[in-house]
């Protein structure tokens, strides 16, 4: 892919003080996640891709594997700006039109940038999507991913990390299917944000619900992620699959599924 363009978001965001709160983001179950409120808020999303900072090779992290030499795309693992970008688009974006909400596709055209096209998973369960791109656009879609958001003093990017990284730890049954093609070797597409990076939350955002409300926030993330380069013109079926499951620190049993299907059309460029 060569050198990563920065990523220009357009959406203008309002800002307010943070409200201390549980920090964390992931979602299977509002009801159990509220009960560890003040400690931890859960929320994995799956979604898509978000931000060009840094630099990327763009080669196929698994060229050299021959048991991947069936694929008829590039993949390889994004850099953390990249992802670190992903959260700030979707979190910029209320929920009744965010990607990650979407059973259609209709909001799809969302995750264009230009270079690359940005796909959103789900908050859990089986969603097919219907979505175009343009000959030539990179798609980055996100296959299990967990944010830590700081919301309280105390809590620390160290702190914060060690919490997303628990939960990647507890991620099962990764697969990343293209046009029938499974993608192997997927554990080694897990891209961490170590350092704080901000995010802007708008009212009526996908946490909301689980406490958070609209502000500026510094958050860590941990996850797999994927980069598709090369896609033909013409029609394509991507598949994201992955679940987790474990226990938080007061017992209770989590679980979260995924399974999303994007119905892709490439025009010609």
Known sequence: MGIVKPLSLSREISVVDNTPIAAVNRVYSISKVRKVKGTLLALILVASALSFLGTGSGYNAYAQDNRNNNLDVQVSEPSPGLTAQW????????????????????????????????????????????????????????????????????????????????????????????????????????????????????????????????????????GYWALIEGLSAGEHDITIVGKQHGHFSTGEKWDFKTDVTYHITVEEA
Request: aromatic residues 8%; glycine residues 8%; hydrophobic residues 35%.
């Open 87 to 222: 959260w700030q688009w979707i979190m910029s974006i209320p929920v009744d039109e965010n990607p990650t909400t979407d059973t259609t596709g209709e909001d799809c055209s969302q995750g264009d940038f230009g270079d690359t096209f940005f796909l959103a998973g789900n908050l859990g369960g089986k969603t097919e999507r219907e979505c175009t791109i343009t000959e030539g656009q990179d798609i980055l879609i996100p296959i299990v991913n967990t944010i830590c958001i700081k919301t309280e003093p105390p809590e620390t990017q160290e702190s914060l990390l060690a919490i997303c990284k628990d939960f990647t730890a507890q991620t099962k049954n990764l697969q990343l299917i293209i046009d029938g093609k499974h993608v192997r070797n997927l554990e080694s597409f897990r891209v961490t944000n170590s350092e704080f990076f901000t995010i802007d939350a708008v009212d009526d955002n996908i946490f909301e619900p689980l406490g958070l409300p609209a502000g500026s926030y510094n958050a860590v993330a941990d």
